[in-house]
């Protein structure tokens, strides 16, 4: 129904069956039900480079991930968007999202300098992190023991958080400065394969 160059980043899924697009550029929100009907809904707030990725709250709540916005928005269940206030915001802060097993919704750090969450009560909170460099993650995966993994994109290390809140980094075996991997995925087997940005190998950790 509309189009806009950079017009969204990512997509959810809600629990009625609707794909909401997380908009990036966009100045209108856009969703297409379960039946394949595309439609549009008006935003709360609307700037440039908003948000990048999303994730559904336990609650039912469709949260976008900010980017180079200082504005949280989010869609509930029955539909009503709204806007929130977030603790830290900079510039290229997050690039998407993790649900972890405790209902707290974590963003990815992109250039971020701290980590931030969302509790499952709507609660906004930061975290120190072991690692932080520009352009650092891009997404992450939440792995069958609970812990949520970064997803490096610039970042020579890899970094997760565990089920219990703790903050690590272990070992990369190929890294590339300017984007190696964006976003993952959880194999059935339990490993979280990276997938290629820019890099000239496959990673995974099992």
Do not use: E
């Not at 595309?38 to 609650?59: C, D, I, R």
């Not at 939440?142 to 219990?164: T, V, Y």
């Not at 087997?189 to 990276?194: L, Q, T, V, W």
């Amino acid at each position: 129904v509309y189009t806009k160059s950079s017009g969204y980043w990512g997509g959810v899924l809600n629990q009625n069956g609707d794909i909401h697009f997380v908009p990036y550029t966009s100045a209108i929100g856009q969703k297409i039900s379960s039946t394949g009907v595309v439609s549009t809904y008006s935003l709360a707030f609307t700037a440039s480079f908003m948000y990048a990725g999303g994730v559904l709250a336990s609650n039912g709540d469709i949260h976008f991930v900010i980017h180079d916005t200082g504005v949280g928005q989010k869609i509930s269940a029955s539909g009503v968007v709204s806007t929130y206030s977030l603790v830290y915001t900079t510039t290229s802060s997050y690039i998407g999202g993790v649900l972890a097993p405790n209902g707290d919704i974590h963003f990815i750090p992109y250039s971020g300098r701290v980590g931030q969450k969302i509790s499952a009560a709507g609660v906004v909170s930061t975290y120190s992190l072991v690692y932080t460099t520009s352009s650092a993650y891009a997404g992450g995966v939440l792995a069958p023991n609970g812990d949520i993994h970064f997803i490096p994109f610039g970042a020579n290390r890899g970094q997760k958080i565990s089920a219990a809140g703790v903050v690590s980094t272990y070992s990369l075996v190929y890294s590339f400065f300017n984007g190696a991997y964006m976003g993952g995925v959880v194999a059935p087997n339990g490993d979280i394969h990276f997938v290629p940005r820019s890099a000239a190998v496959g990673q995974k950790v099992s």
